[in-house]
């Protein structure tokens, strides 16, 4: 099964996620893992990831990964 979420919120997609796209005025800039999301050098992906932290969203992911079962990996 394959569900497409479309947010700026990446605590919850990095949480959630199996596979990222980065899309910047319609174009794709960016396919790849989590990890290699994190990890790209890609100037337009680096600008995106390296920005302003969003507020404290805990609840919400203490939320996320009770339904999902899933862990975030700290640091």
């Known amino acids: 099964m394959t569900i497409i ?6 605590a919850s997609a990095f949480l959630i996620a ?9 174009n794709i800039v960016a396919i790849g ?3 290699e999301m994190k990890s790209s050098t890609q100037p337009r ?3 995106f990831l ?4 969003e507020p404290d969203v805990e609840g919400e992911l203490d939320y996320l990964q009770t339904l ?3 862990y975030r990996r700290r640091g």
Do not use: S
Not at 50 to 53: A, E, K
């Open 33 to 35: 893992t989590v990890g």
């Open 45 to 47: 992906v680096r600008q």
């Open 18 to 26: 199996d596979r990222m796209v980065l899309i910047d005025k319609g």
């Open 50 to 53: 390296d920005r302003v932290p």
């Open 68 to 70: 999902t079962g899933r």
């Open 5 to 10: 979420v479309v947010t700026h919120e990446l």
